[in-house]
């Protein structure tokens, strides 16, 4: 039994507490959350106790640490269970800043523990198809690649403001995916946006829908068109045409029940939110972590992996202030990962 513990009692939190307890393979030591009533509530739920932060990163009682807290502490727990040799498996981002999100990576790549950032998206069973498709060479060299990542409501504007925006908070989970998909570090990017919902988003210095454009080495380009409000529930979709072909996996309806009456049919629509859709890849997410741990093989999606995910979605930000092309830079670190 690999012995884990939680950081973070909000809502993704109380999602991992779940997977965490579910698990055959993992003994759920404890949660700690700042604020203790939360913590202690949801131990209560999932059978475990609320603990304190030294009983967290201490070695003899922990193998390895999920942490899903706010943001502006990933950095500081993965820094901090890397000082003390445990396994990490950590929400997105590293950390907002990409300097820091560098230095963090650099000091647990030295302590040679596992640690794996949660992309689920690239444990969206029909995404996992697709990419085992495009790598074995069924629809031959890829060429275009179209990405719809699209909410169904403006989420609350004190989130937003400490999110990093739509390219860091949103965007960047494709901004992976491009990169998994292909194969390929994209060279370039351009970004354009608009607001649609709440005039407020202006002043956050963010948009609420956009198209980015990346180009990749290969001369392959990803078109991600992404929407925090829909109307109709939460759409998300991956097409990419090759040479000799094309695949796609595509949105996904809460039923496939189609009603035949005169002049229409009435079809089953979208999921009501992001969550409803994506819930079953957190517990795939967690089942490659733990195997990979169990059996030491390759983890992923790494750190470095990371990094240049927040790299793209840093320059694509900035193609949205400026309105130009902007060339990507990767962090000398994950430069060859």
Known sequence: MIRMALVGAGFIGSVHAENLTA??????????????????????????????????????????????????????????????GLATLCEKPIDLDLGDALDVVGTVASGGCPAMVDFNRRFDRDYAELHRAVHAGEIGNVELIQM????????????????????????????????????????????????????????????????????MPSGALVQIDSARRTGYGYDERIEVLGSDGMIEAGRQRVGAVTRYRAGNLVTDGMHPGWFERVAPTYRTALDHFVAAIEDGTSIGPTLPEALKAQAIAEAAASSLRSGELETITYPAFAATS
């Open 23 to 84: 698990h055959p393979s993992i003994e759920f030591v404890g949660v700690y959350d700042v604020d203790e009533v939360r913590s202690n509530e949801l131990a209560a739920r999932n059978h475990t106790r609320a603990i304190d932060p030294v009983e967290v990163f201490d070695r003899s009682a922990v193998d390895a640490v999920l942490i899903a807290s706010s943001t502006d502490t990933h950095a500081a727990h993965l820094r901090r269970a890397a000082e003390a």
């Open 148 to 215: 719809t990542t699209r909410g169904p409501a403006l989420p609350p504007l004190d989130y937003i403001a400490v999110s990093g925006g739509q390219m860091r908070d949103q965007t960047v989970h494709f901004f992976d995916l491009a990169r998994w998909i292909t194969g390929e570090d994209p060279e370039s990017v351009f970004a354009a946006g608009s607001v649609f919902t709440d005039p407020r988003m202006t002043e956050l210095g963010d948009v609420d829908t956009s198209v980015v454009i990346l180009r």
